[in-house]
């Protein structure tokens, strides 16, 4: 069984900048691929990022590209999500998810564990 944990969410000021952490429990973490997701309150989890197993690939969507960064430590079952130029839009609930996918995939649907999520609120 996996399990996600995210943490580093909080509340910043627009234009200020957050990392957020997701530790995967077990010894596969190598195995999946890594997204992040976001879901504000009456609106639909939206794709934010998501990275291959060795870290070598990317995507993101163009909302958040050039501002966020996802990356990835195998040795530390962590990934990670740096989010600069913080905008009030960008408030939601984050979570990671992991997938063993081998291509980026950007529904929930297609990623099979889930952290619990972790709140960011961006101040204008």
């Known amino acids: 069984q996996v399990q996600l944990i995210e943490s580093g969410g909080g509340l910043v000021q627009a234009g200020g900048s957050l990392r957020l952490s997701c530790v995967h429990s077990?010894?596969?973490?190598?195995?999946?691929?890594m997204g992040w997701f976001r879901q504000a309150p009456g609106k639909e989890r939206e794709f934010v990022a998501t990275?291959?197993?060795?870290?070598?690939?990317?995507f993101l969507p163009s909302s958040v590209k050039g501002r966020f960064t996802i990356s990835r430590d195998n040795a530390k079952n962590t990934v990670y999500l740096q989010m600069n130029s913080l905008k009030p839009e960008d408030s939601a609930v984050y979570y990671c998810?992991?997938?063993?996918?081998?291509?980026?995939?950007?529904?929930?649907?297609?990623?099979?564990?889930w952290g619990q999520g972790t709140q960011v609120t961006v101040s204008s």
């Open positions: 077990g010894r596969t973490f190598s195995e999946y691929r």
């Open positions: 990275i291959s197993y060795k870290g070598t690939n990317t």
């Open positions: 998810a992991a997938t063993r996918a081998e291509v980026a995939v950007m529904q929930p649907g297609q990623y099979s564990y």
